[in-house]
């Protein structure tokens, strides 16, 4: 299967496996929440995730209590988001399948195993305190802290949802629903049908419609019935958020794709930085409506740890005008972001950069920002953690390396001379615009290079959350049933494949695999002699077969002044042993799939070697690759130019 992205894309689809693969959790993003609560029942909105100092999660009998007054009951759906058929009173509501409940006075044993969730809606009844007290007055707040992340509702169609928002200020129903077509929401609909959707009243214990003036508030679940023409699952407000991580941006170990100006540095200064996209889409219908989108950084915050906070800096980015490039956009680092003001039906990319800048202690850092999207009264929220780490750290907690450049390396080879074929004794000249070439190099825990033309990035299977999955590197498609994937697709999970067309391996011409070929052709069984008569024919043999190398073997290895090359190594590294596309291979360009006189191309040979530069940088090498190709002319084709290797996977083994 021919890669049918650029360069660039490729980078950024190992950098985004990378993440998965390389990075472990990095210190938690702790939010607290406050919550007010009245005397009798509430409906609360929990969006932090409360864990304790060794990162696990707390019970709700751990997190709901309070001083001053008394929490008897909390109930909690099943689900992340509760759906059920609208109930009026809160106890007939998870007296049904679905709920869990804790009590107070419960003598059962079990209130201890029913654990708090974040962005999760519970049913908190606070008891009266004496008969002068009524249900409804005020009884006190509930401070709880706990992770956040990047959080957009799943809704359930056709029914109702128990759900709540991340919420400042006090913005209006009707204009956060209206891309829905809610806007025209009443308390009490005419026709006599329940009210779409619905708030509980603590004073009296039930629930009652709302209409498109009242507000929303922080911390307050809501009933909302869910049409079953939504078109968007994940709607949160008329603003909709795409964004590369299921929680947050993770930038992966680095140390960066993207070369660009240093801003805070001399002319000439430059920064490794790994990129990340959001894309913000406006479900409004009307192009007036608009909506100011704002990235703020919450933690680490600067004041009396001004080191600590600048450690992990995000840059806004854009592209460099008449050039393939990025550069640092006039914003500069991402601290109070105004990002764009969207009208109605727009839709806006933000690209952000990473850059490292610590070069001691931990290799995790984590920042926390906060996505703001502006309605009348108030905004809707979004907490965004963004996680980085440091390849010069590597070790510890991230795993060392069996060989010090063992893993997955993707590169780009940027070609800047080639043979003339127009001038005598063939001399090299400068391109006019050099290409970007993707290359993929394994190297194995014994420090051998290999070459591969596709890898899958998965994990393996486990059915213990005790048991953490193992990151894997699969280049064999049958054995891809026996893992798992790495990323969350369409309610699946799926791995994460990385290919390049520029290096297409060779056919296997070894005996066992071509026996059909080498008896109907009465040959020695000798790859060369198979190879040779394969060469030879201007027509398919019908017993060839289709099966090609999954990775082909280098000679050298990857290091600062090492080389690199295609050799022969069962004769010596001298002798040369090209990449061979045979005449039938499925990647010769003069082949024709469906031209019945081009169905046989010419023997191609590719001999590579790559010399890298004695400076070195972590996860990062530099050097010089030529490669002389023999086949695609009557002369051999030279070309030179610069690559880039990036190490993107510490996985020392193919499956």
């Given at each position: ?266 002319p000439g200064d430059t920064l490794m930085l790994t990129s990340r996209e959001l894309t913000f889409s406006s479900e409004e219908t009307d192009p007036a409506a608009t909506h100011t989108i704002t990235i703020a950084k919450v933690l680490p915050e600067t004041s009396g740890t ?135 190099i394994h190297v194995d825990t014994a420090g051998v290079p290999w070459l591969l033309s596709h890898v899958m990035f998965m994990q393996t299977k486990t059915a213990a959350d005790s048991i953490a999955a193992e990151p894997v590197l699969v280049v064999d498609e049958a054995k ?176």
């Amino acid at each position: 299967m021919n890669n049918r992205h650029s360069p660039s894309t490729l980078l950024r689809q190992c950098s985004l496996a990378a993440a998965v693969l390389l990075l472990p959790t990095a210190p938690a993003a702790i939010q607290t929440q406050t919550v007010e609560l009245d005397y009798g029942w509430n409906s609360v909105w929990l969006e932090v995730e409360p864990v304790d100092d060794e990162g696990e999660t707390l019970t709700v009998d751990q997190v709901f209590t309070a001083v001053g007054y008394d929490i008897d009951i909390v109930a909690r759906p099943l689900t992340p988001v509760g759906t059920a058929e609208f109930i009026d009173s809160p106890e007939n509501t998870f007296n049904q399948a679905g709920w869990l409940v804790w009590y107070e006075s419960d003598l059962s044993g079990d209130n201890d195993s029913i654990l708090t969730h974040g962005n999760q809606a519970y049913l908190v009844h606070v008891a009266l305190p004496s008969k002068t007290d009524k249900d409804g007055d005020p009884a006190g707040t509930l401070a709880i802290s706990g992770r956040v992340g990047f959080f957009q509702p799943t809704w359930t169609r056709g029914a109702y949802n128990l759900v709540g928002f991340g919420i400042s200020g006090r913005p209006r129903f009707a204009e956060f629903f209206a891309p829905l077509g809610l806007d025209d929401i009443v308390a009490s609909p005419s026709d006599g049908s329940a009210p779409v959707i619905q708030r509980l009243d603590p004073a009296t214990g039930a629930w009652a419609g709302v209409g498109g003036t009242d507000v929303l508030l922080p911390g307050e679940a809501y009933w909302i019935w869910v049409p079953f023409n939504l078109k968007n699952r994940h709607f949160a407000g008329p603003v909709a958020i795409a964004s590369p991580g299921l929680s947050g941006l993770d930038f992966g170990v680095g140390p960066g794709a993207i070369e660009v100006a240093d801003p805070q540095g001399n002319p000439g200064d430059t920064l490794m930085l790994t990129s990340r996209e959001l894309t913000f889409s406006s479900e409004e219908t009307d192009p007036a409506a608009t909506h100011t989108i704002t990235i703020a950084k919450v933690l680490p915050e600067t004041s009396g740890t001004a080191a600590v906070a600048d450690e992990l800096r995000l840059y806004a980015l854009e592209p460099k005008p008449e050039s393939l490039a990025w550069q640092i956009a006039e914003s500069g680092q991402v601290t109070s972001w105004n990002v764009v003001d969207l009208a109605g039906g727009a839709t806006r990319t933000a690209t952000v950069g990473a850059h490292r800048h610590w070069t001691t202690g931990e290799p995790l850092r984590e920042n926390l920002y906060r996505i703001d999207v502006a309605l009348d009264g108030g905004s809707v929220r979004f907490w965004l953690p963004a996680a980085a780490g440091n390849p010069d750290l590597l070790g510890g907690e991230l795993g060392a390396p069996a060989s010090q450049f063992t893993g997955l390396w993707v590169g780009e080879i940027r070609a800047n001379e080639v043979t003339s074929a127009t001038e005598d004794g063939r001399p090299l000249r400068p391109t006019t615009s050099p290409a970007g070439l993707p290359i993929l190099i394994h190297v194995d825990t014994a420090g051998v290079p290999w070459l591969l033309s596709h890898v899958m990035f998965m994990q393996t299977k486990t059915a213990a959350d005790s048991i953490a999955a193992e990151p894997v590197l699969v280049v064999d498609e049958a054995k891809i049933p026996y893992f798992e994937g790495i990323q969350e697709r369409g309610g699946k999970k799926v791995g994460q494949r990385v290919e390049t067309a520029f290096f297409d391996l060779p056919r296997e011409m070894d005996a066992t695999t071509q026996s059909a070929l080498v008896a109907a052709a009465g040959l020695d069984g000798s790859e060369e002699a198979t190879t040779d008569y394969v060469n030879a024919q201007t027509s398919r043999p019908a017993a060839l077969v289709e099966t090609y190398h999954l990775k082909w073997e280098l000679a050298g290895g990857l290091g600062p002044d090492a080389i690199v090359r295609t050799a022969d190594l069962a004769a010596g590294d001298a002798v040369d042993q090209p990449l061979r596309l045979d005449p039938f291979h499925r990647s010769n360009p003069f082949r024709h799939a469906y031209h019945p006189q081009h169905g046989a191309g010419y023997a191609i040979e590719r001999s590579f070697t790559i010399t890298f530069d004695p400076d070195y940088e972590p996860g990062l090498l530099r050097g010089t690759y030529q490669e002389t190709t023999t086949g695609l002319a009557d002369f051999d084709l030279v070309s030179r130019g610069r690559i880039t290797l990036q190490r993107v996977s510490l996985v020392g083994e193919l499956q």
